[in-house]
Each structure stands twice: as C-alpha cells, then as structure tokens.
C-alpha cells in the first residue's frame, strides 16, 4: 500500500498552531533548575522514565548543585543516589566523567554548542539537542521514541530510523515553533499519541493526522 502524502506546509502550520492550544505551555516533564541540573537529569533519563528519574534527582542535586560538588561526591555515593534507575553504575560514571570535563574545560558551565556537548561523557545527538534546546533556547528538535512516532503518524515526516527524523523535521516545521516543537511533539505522544492505543477521539489533531485519515495508526508508516 502507498505511503498517505506528507502534510502540506500550509497544513503543517494548522496542525501546529492547534496543538499549541491544546499545551499552551510545553515544557520538559523532567524537574531542574538550571542547565547543570538539567544536563544531568537528561542523562539519567536514557532508558529511563522521567518521573522515574525525578524521585532520585532531589538528592542528588541536594548533594551535589555543582559540577565541583558532584566530583567530590564521589562514584560510589553517586551510584547510591542513582539506583533506582536501568544502567546506573553506566550512568554514575559518565556523571564523574563529565562533570570532571565540565571542570576542565568550561570552567564549570555547560557548553552551549553541540561539539562541546557531544564530547562530554554521557552526551550523545539527543542529549545534546535537548540541553540545547531547554536550557538556551536552541532550534534544535531532539528525537526520542515519541517525536519519531508523531512525527510519522500525522505525516510530517517518513523517516525510518529516529536518527534521520530530526533533519527531515526542521526542513518542514515552521520556524516560529520550532523553539517548543520538540516538547509539543513529545508531550502529544505521551499522554495523547500512544504507541500501543492512540487516543484519536479526543486528539485535536485529527483534521491533519494521516495515520487517522487512512485508518493506519499502527502501519509501517506510523510507529
């Protein structure tokens, strides 16, 4: 069966501006106060949930606020805090690693370049994007499971990898959302756009999605 045809660009803004009505104040589910704090929480999220990585951060950040602190705090204190999530002790040592980078090489800030933030432990493509994006408002659109299933289902984009999602989005997402699409796209597809059980009846995008339109939700095309 054929692909349905990507939104056209006058629909793209339709959809967009509807579901800034539908979360007119999209931000990050996870809980920080500052771009070290939110550096840190995106990298304990990696195959982890963000409410599960909230109830382990209060104490982690009560410990250690600073790169410096979190240094001295200590591997194995650190692996305490954290053990709740998947790959802790991974994750304990990339914590070390790179605030001990953040030391050395940034004076204690976190970079606001993706080179600089790619080259810390713990950093990959979607980390880097979203610290780019929340903490110094960067039109960067970071691409996790939910983006990447959204993306597909309503026809934005017809990527088969998440990977190749990101540059396919910003050539079709309007440049005046593009500093909130990431969240609204992954805000949609976590409490509205599921994976197993889409809540198309009260989905305000309906008028655009082409996964509804054609009856594929759960096609190739639409993960």
């Known amino acids: 069966m054929a692909r349905a045809k990507l939104l056209r660009p006058a629909e793209v803004e339709a959809l967009f501006r509807a579901l800034c009505v539908a979360i007119p104040h999209p931000r990050s589910d996870l809980e920080f106060a500052n771009p070290f704090q939110l550096l840190v929480a995106v990298i304990l999220s990696a195959q982890s949930t963000d409410k599960a990585v909230n109830q ?4 982690l950040f009560a410990l250690a606020p600073t790169p410096q602190a979190l240094v001295d705090l200590g591997l194995e204190e650190i692996k305490t805090c954290i053990k ?10 990339s914590l070390v690693l790179c605030a001990q980078a ?10 606001a370049d993706r080179a600089s933030l790619e080259a810390l432990a713990g950093v990959g493509v979607k980390t880097a994007g979203v610290v780019m994006n929340v903490a110094f408002g960067a039109p960067t659109l970071p691409v996790d499971t939910h983006v990447f299933r959204v993306a597909n289902r309503l026809g934005l984009v017809h990527t088969l990898k998440p990977e190749l999602t990101e540059a396919a989005l910003l050539k079709v997402v309007p440049a005046w959302v593009l ?34 339109a054609t009856q594929e939700g759960d096609s190739p095309n639409a993960p």
């Open 102 to 111: 953040l030391l050395d090489r940034h004076q204690g800030r976190v970079p």
């Open 56 to 59: 382990v951060t209060p104490r």
């Open 84 to 93: 709740t999530l998947g790959l802790y002790n991974n994750k304990a040592k």
């Open 179 to 212: 500093p909130q699409a990431h969240h609204l796209l992954i805000l949609h597809g976590r409490y509205c756009c599921k994976a197993r059980k889409p809540a198309c009846p009260r989905c305000p995008l309906t008028p655009w999605c082409r996964a509804y």
